[in-house]
């Protein structure tokens, strides 16, 4: 099984990111798939999540409007479409799958952790 992260970088405030979540191992269509974050010194908190069965989808509030979640089932992949970020927006962002949207998004327990992909936003 494995999650692999992609597309961190160093932007400026108002820039833009797409970071990419390839999954390989497991039944793709058959998970919901979330990004997190976790900043210096705060706890994680979910980001958005996903389901690659019927595409619903979940956004914390300080990234409604900026951040668009996106599943290509075809190349189990989801995409976090990342825009006017700021530096707030600064932080490790993880990808996690788990059969349950709301388990992954409600308790962040994912069957499945990948890497962290880091994300720089400078002022």
């Known amino acids: 099984v494995q999650l692999q992260a992609s597309g961190g970088g160093l932007v400026q405030a108002g820039g833009s990111l797409r970071l990419s979540c390839a999954a390989s191992?497991?039944?793709?269509?058959?998970?919901?798939i979330g990004w997190f974050r976790q900043a210096p010194g705060k706890e994680r908190e979910g980001v958005s999540c996903?389901?690659?069965?019927?595409?619903?989808?979940v956004y914390t509030s300080s990234v409604k409007g900026r951040f668009t979640i996106s599943s290509d089932n075809a190349k189990n992949t989801v995409y976090l479409q990342m825009n006017n970020l700021t530096p707030e927006d600064t932080a490790v962002y993880y990808c996690?799958?788990?059969?349950?949207?709301?388990?992954?998004?409600?308790?962040?327990?994912?069957?499945?952790w990948g890497q962290g992909t880091e994300v720089t936003v400078s002022s």
């Open positions: 996690a799958a788990d059969p349950q949207l709301l388990r992954l998004w409600v308790l962040s327990e994912g069957h499945y």
């Open positions: 191992g497991f039944p793709f269509d058959d998970y919901a």
């Open positions: 996903i389901s690659s069965s019927d595409g619903s989808t």
